[in-house]
C-alpha cells in the first residue's frame, strides 16, 4: 500500500524563522507534487518535482526531492504571516504508470505568527 | 481559475437520497478525478477517468459511481447518500499528469442530514 507520510501535521512559526516540512513517501515514483489550500478554499499548485535531485524555488518556499531517500523536503525561509495555510505533498500512486492518479498526505497546517 | 467549475457548491441532502455533483472543464484535458476531503484524511480519491467513458475506481470509491459521456463533463453519483459521505468534493483535471500536474475545482461541500 502506497503512503505518503508528512510531518510535522501542525507547525506554529514566529515570523522572520526559517523551517523544514517533511514529505516521505513509500513508492518508487520520481514525481512529487506540493499544494497549498487556505482555509475553505481549493487546492493551489506550488510545485511539480520531476526527477531526482530536483529543487524549484518561489519566493520564500524551496521544495527539493530525493528520490532515493523518498523524501521531499518543502522549506520555508523567513516566514510572514501570508505563508499560513495547509501544506499537501502528493505522489504519483501509480508506479512508472501515465494515467497517474494523486495520494496525498495529510497535510501540514502551518500557522505564522508575529 | 483553469477553466474547471463543480456544481453545486454547497448541498443538503437527506439520508437514503440520490444526488449527483457535476464537474466541467473546458480546457480539454484527457484525466479527470473526484477526491473527498475530511479532516484528518487529507485528499482520498474516489473515481478517475482516463478519457471519455473510460473510468476507474480510487481508493474510497464504495458507494459512488460516476460517468464521463463528453470529454468536458465528469459526473460523480452518491447513489444513496449516507452521513458518512458528508465531505468537501473536488474535482481535478490533467493532461500530461507527469509534467504538468493537476488543477483542482473550488469544491463542492456535501452535507448528508
Known amino acids: 500500500e502506497l503512503k505518503v507520510e508528512q510531518n510535522p501535521l501542525f507547525l506554529s512559526m514566529q515570523e522572520g524563522k526559517n523551517y523544514t516540512i517533511y514529505c516521505n513517501y513509500s513508492t518508487t515514483s520520481d514525481r512529487l507534487y506540493w499544494y497549498r489550500q487556505d482555509p475553505g478554499k481549493s487546492l493551489e499548485s506550488l510545485f511539480v518535482?520531476?526527477?531526482?535531485?530536483a529543487v524549484k524555488q518561489e519566493g520564500r518556499l524551496m521544495a527539493s526531492l530525493d528520490t532515493k531517500a523518498r523524501l521531499s523536503t518543502l522549506h520555508i525561509t523567513a516566514a510572514v504571516h501570508d505563508l499560513s495555510a495547509t501544506y499537501f505533498c502528493a505522489v504519483d500512486g501509480r508506479e512508472g504508470g501515465s494515467q497517474g492518479n494523486l495520494i496525498f498526505g495529510k497535510g501540514t497546517k502551518l500557522s505564522v505568527k508575529p | 481559475d483553469a477553466g474547471i467549475t463543480q456544481s453545486p457548491r454547497h448541498k443538503v441532502t437527506e439520508t437514503g437520497t440520490p444526488v449527483t455533483l457535476r464537474c466541467h472543464q473546458t480546457e480539454n484535458h484527457r484525466y479527470m478525478y473526484w477526491y473527498r476531503q475530511d479532516p484528518g484524511h487529507g485528499l482520498r480519491l474516489i473515481h478517475y477517468s482516463y478519457g471519455v467513458k473510460d473510468t476507474d475506481k480510487g481508493e474510497v470509491s464504495d458507494g459512488y459511481s460516476v460517468s464521463r459521456s463528453k470529454t468536458e463533463d465528469f459526473l460523480l453519483t452518491l447513489e444513496s447518500a449516507t452521513s458518512s459521505q458528508t465531505s468537501v468534493y473536488f474535482c481535478?483535471?490533467?493532461?500530461?499528469?507527469?509534467?504538468?500536474?493537476?488543477?483542482f475545482g473550488s469544491g463542492t461541500r456535501l452535507t448528508v442530514v
Open positions: 518535482l520531476l526527477s531526482n535531485g
Open positions: 481535478a483535471i490533467s493532461e500530461i499528469p507527469e509534467n504538468y500536474g493537476y488543477t
